[in-house]
């Protein structure tokens, strides 16, 4: 595919990351809603790229979307698959958090449905995994849409999508039993990805956000602050639900204003602040930082008899040591592991390369005279 990647875009999986570290490290009682939207954050980006990802290859000449379908699937698995599976037999194999149980259904990328039904965070250590589970779920939907729908209904099948999350968030008081199932089912994240791959589907056509939203994002940024900061009041009172729904809701502006313009390239010290190479780094290995650190985290705590600091509590010492364990691990998992298996990428083009034809396939089709090699190689002018 052409282009190159993304700089920026790896910064912003950096500070995600970063959020969802803070939150299970640093925040008090090991939860803040900055870890949420971390995640929201990575579902924004996840729906951005994929979806332009797509569109750029059926925009190609030569689009088969059977091609298309498979390079897709093997391309996530081979991404995805292996560190995801890797810390599934770890887990089975040192019985962490006796987690065995649950371990088919986060096998199978449903760890979202299985905290949603049993309305509980156990196992604590793979609770994580709802989110990765979310993003298989529209790794498998989506790319069948964006290769196979009508080029020009994308986007209103796009709009659809945010507008039927959206109802299911004012649906929620009707079914609000079990409460998990609010922020874990399908569609309660389909917002954030759907609203990321708007963008795309805006960009393939030569738009960007809206006026709106490009000039307005820093007021939903202050509104939701405001919001966020307010008085939940008591459990199941006027104020909790709408509360909640604000607080979902608001920062689908700001995130999709920031992911645009840092796809764009942003200029000056931003820019510069936002290309750092540690940064930059820190965002490419975030997807290990992500999937190993809730375990490096219970190790931790494990180690605290050798650890001057205190880390059997949120707060610096365990943010500094746990967060530090992480980047190792995750660093050593991108180097030795996850980088050498990405190269496995190259027999998986999204573009079947067209195959060079031999000369005696030339002579076979009475192509003797000068220059008739180049003149058989036809190339189609009509993309339609």
Known sequence: MPGGRDLQLDALRAAAVTLVLYSHFFAPGGTSFLGHLGVRLFFVLSGFLITRLLLEARDADQFAAGSALRSFYARRAIRIFPPYFAVLAFVWFTDLEQAGSSLIWHALYLSNFWYAHRNDWTPWLLCHFWS???????????????????????EAITIGLICFSLAYRFYWPIAANPALARDLLPPASMDALACGALLAVRRARGAGVPCWMRFGWPAFVALFLLVVLSDPGPANSTWEWPRWLLVQVLPLVPLVAIVSMCSNGLPGTLGWLAELPPLLFLGRISYGVYLYHAILLAYTVKAQPWIPLNVSEEGPGRFLVAGAATLIVASLSWVLFEKP??????YFPYIARPRARAPSETRRFGATYPGAEAALDLQPTDRS
């Open 341 to 346: 298996l990405n190269s496995f990428k190259r």
């Open 132 to 154: 990765l589970s979310i993003e298989e779920q529209f790794y498998i939907a989506w790319p069948l849409i964006v290769l196979l729908a009508p080029r020009r209904r994308i």
